[in-house]
């Protein structure tokens, strides 16, 4: 999960879908246990925001029930400062019935108190108040709340139906309001050999940012011979990706180390499905987000040559062997080229031809950075 945006504001994830998905189990096992046997409820969902709630609360309820949906509409009264509230969508007699209200979020309660105040002049049996979420920091009201699944902070949050400016509703999970992204963090992208690590170094001076690269990473820690070090070189030697889990607790720590950066350039990383989602989730819980992935596209056979060049001078084992080159491809082809739809899916990404001069390429990068 990511930073999302929505009109103007940014939004981090913070509660998940399956973490919602056990709040409601619960709540509505809860709601099934106070009833007396056989009694059927009335569920009146409050639109708009509850109606993601209500379709999965009815689902997870066992036994016979009713659900209907009300909105609290307010219009002008025969005085001009008069404002008469009234519920849309209920016409039918309540009297001697159960009703139990669903609500997405209580925070201050004042239009709860209004619609619970219209039920109770019904004759209902019973009237019961179950919300999803519930702000008990801002909550100004006397009225007793049966059933909460989850109190939250007074922080402003959308998703799963909630809205800002009418945007938000469909996303599965929910999202709480954030500063917006301080940082430039790009992905620079492309196949062993490509120029990834040369460019980087260019640029990272040219916009300020810290450049990690994942395999330098590596390599000082293998030449260091630390644990990490030890780890890796198997994997890298036969020019096998490292396990994911390894690299990305590096990565983490590499980005940690730098705080306070303008921005990162990551060389190398991602280069799984995981290590991009497990990026996105990092950048998210700090408020940051990848502003792009920058591709250099290279063909491949010019790339075999430029690695064997590289390998002369590089001192590196997986450079000199044609064999382990073409397993370096083979790993990029099967598990790291799909990462381009991970982000053409997001529109982040960009393309750009990585054959030509150094400053060539360095100008052409340069374009699409100061766009991002
Ligand atoms: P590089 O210097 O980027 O070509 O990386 C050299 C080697 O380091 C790769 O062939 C992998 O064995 C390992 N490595 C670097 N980055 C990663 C990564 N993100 N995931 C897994 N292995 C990696």
């Known amino acids: ?30 709601v099934k246990a106070d009833l007396p046997k056989d ?35 307010s219009y002008q009264g025969t005085t001009s400062t008069e404002k008469v509230k009234h519920l849309v969508g209920i016409n039918e007699d309540l009297t001697g019935r159960t009703v139990i209200i669903l609500e997405d979020i209580i925070d201050t309660g004042t239009t709860l108190q209004e ?39 007074d922080k ?51 916009y300020n940012l810290v450049h990690i690269s994942t395999g330098d990473v590596f390599r000082y820690n293998i030449k260091n011979k630390t644990e990490l070090g030890l780890l890796a070189k198997t994997f890298m030697d036969d020019g096998n990706l490292v396990p994911d889990e390894v690299t990305i607790n590096m990565l983490k720590a590499e980005v940690d180390r730098n705080e306070g950066a303008n921005g990162f350039i990551f060389d190398g990383f991602p280069r799984t499905n995981s290590q991009a989602k497990a990026l996105d989730e990092f950048l998210a819980e700090k408020g940051e987000q990848i502003n792009g992935m920058v591709a250099l596209e290279v063909p491949e056979d010019l790339l075999v040559e430029r690695l064997l060049e590289r390998g002369k001078t ?3 084992t997986d450079d000199t062997d044609e064999g382990k080159i073409r397993n370096r491809f083979n790993e990029y082809n099967t598990k790291t080229a799909v990462l381009k739809d991970y982000y053409a899916q997001q529109n982040k990404y960009f393309g750009v031809n990585g054959v030509g001069s150094i400053e060539d390429i360095t100008e052409r990068l340069a374009n699409v950075f100061d766009q991002l």
């Not at 913070?14 to 709540?27: A, E, H, N, Q």
């Not at 219209?118 to 004759?123: G, V």
């Not at 949050?157 to 500063?179: A, K, M, W």
């Open 115 to 153: 619609i619970y105040n219209i039920f109770r002049d019904k004759n209902l049996k019973q009237l019961k108040i179950a919300t999803l979420f519930f702000k008990p920091d801002v909550f100004k009201k006397e009225l007793h709340i049966d059933y909460i699944g989850q109190s939250i902070e």
């Open 39 to 73: 009694e059927v409820p009335l569920f009146i969902g409050i639109l708009n925001g509850c109606f993601l709630f209500a379709a999965d609360f009815i689902r997870e309820f066992e036994g016979d029930c009713e659900v209907s949906f009300v909105k609290l509409a």
């Open 314 to 316: 590089s001192g590196r």
């Open 156 to 206: 402003f949050i959308v998703g799963y139906g909630l809205d800002y400016n009418n945007l938000g509703r469909n996303y599965p999970s929910i999202y709480q309001l954030t500063t917006p992204p301080k940082m430039k963090n790009i992905v620079l992208f492309g196949p062993p050999g490509a120029g990834k690590g040369t460019q980087a170094t260019l640029l990272k001076e040219k």
């Open 1 to 30: 999960m990511k930073i999302i945006k929505l009109h103007d504001l940014y939004f981090t994830p913070f509660i998940s879908k399956d973490k919602i998905t056990t709040i409601v189990k619960s709540l509505a096992k809860q």
